[in-house]
């Protein structure tokens, strides 16, 4: 019982875990877009009945988590591991969040890669035989980021054209080394990638390269194409950054012809006014929560790559002029009921 690597940076559990359980939370705004209706939670009220942004995405986790273990048939105390992060400061959306949940807890930092981050690696454990089932949970808040990262809200500051929508959501997942649903089948670890890109309102741009990093070695690793996936999703990168990526591989003359971003599917870009599309954690959780893993279920996909994306930055990094390192994660998720 094990893990097989292949080539430089994919593994492959021997035991293929599967996703036995999902949920996921979101916020007024996320609910007037494409997915309103496949939320199990929405609350109209952004602090979510909380006394601050920061808690809410602490109450986000606590009902997608719940929804996830509902659906797995499981109570909290059958968890053998909780993998979890956020984009706050030390990862407090999480942490707090975990208290109530008295599990066996790993925080994570990945920004908005983290669901790939968590997945892959609660999938790894559970391969290795390390329990019988884990979560994966992530979250963000468009408020709390924007505090943390850019402009106090009050500022009323313009936004730039490449910049995103940072995502009012929350997704968790629950694997089981047995059960019926998808499988993770391979997960390919990305390396963290900077091209120079210092604009922290151009995601996008600053992420893709390592989007296109990853995407490569898993082709090159499993000796896939693109073509052997349904669908290829990355994540948060946007209009932008979807448009480089797919670029970048135009130019290798390789088609990335079922590939899309979570950034474009979670809200309407035209009518919702979100600027290049959404971002943050709570966006590709979100989106596979509410979307992918039930279209899976349906039928619609058998094969689906999702490879979210994070920019790791902080606000010092960028107020003393550092540049955006990318980092990106891929999981493979297989089959169905």
């Not at 997608?64 to 797995?72: D, H, M």
């Not at 994966?136 to 709390?144: D, G, K, L, N, P």
């Not at 902080?314 to 990106?328: A, F, V």
């Amino acid at each position: 019982m094990g893990n097989t690597k292949l080539g430089s940076q994919s593994f492959c559990p021997d035991s293929p875990p599967v996703i036995v359980g999902y949920g996921c939370a979101a916020g007024g705004k996320e609910a007037e877009g494409p997915l309103g209706a496949r939320f199990d939670h929405i609350s109209q009220d952004d602090t979510f009945g909380e006394s601050s942004w920061e808690k809410a995405e602490s109450r986000m986790q606590d009902l997608a988590l719940k929804a996830a273990l509902g659906r797995a048939g499981l109570a909290s105390d059958g968890l053998d591991l909780l993998l979890a992060g956020d984009l706050l400061n030390q990862c407090i959306g999480s942490s707090f969040a975990a208290r109530t949940a008295a599990v066996p807890y790993l925080g994570l930092y990945g920004a908005c890669s983290t669901m790939g981050e968590s997945l892959a690696l609660a999938s790894l454990l559970l391969g290795a035989g390390y329990g019988r089932h884990a979560a994966a949970v992530t979250s963000s808040h468009f408020c709390s980021a924007e505090r943390q990262y850019r402009t106090p809200l009050e500022y009323g500051c313009q936004r730039t054209p490449t910049a995103q929508w940072t995502a009012t959501a929350s997704g968790a997942v629950v694997l089981g080394r047995e059960g019926h649903g998808p499988r993770v089948t391979c997960v390919t670890i990305g390396i963290v990638r900077d091209k120079g890109i210092q604009d922290a309102n151009n995601m996008g741009a600053a992420m893709a390269p390592a989007a296109y990093d990853t995407l490569r070695a898993h082709f090159a690793d499993t000796g896939r194409s693109p073509d052997y996936y349904d669908l290829i999703v990355t994540g948060d990168l946007g209009y932008l950054g979807h448009r480089i990526v797919t670029d970048f591989f135009a130019r290798d003359g390789v088609r990335m012809d079922h590939y899309d971003d979570c950034g474009l599917i979670l809200f309407d870009r035209e009518r919702q006014d979100v600027h290049c599309g959404a971002s943050g954690c709570g966006c590709s959780a979100s989106v596979l929560t509410a979307h992918l893993l039930p279209g899976m279920e349906k039928g619609l996909w058998r094969r689906i790559l999702f490879c979210p994306t994070g920019a790791l930055l902080s606000p010092t990094s960028t107020m003393q002029g550092e540049s955006i390192p990318g980092i990106c994660h891929a999981v493979a998720l297989e089959g169905g009921s």
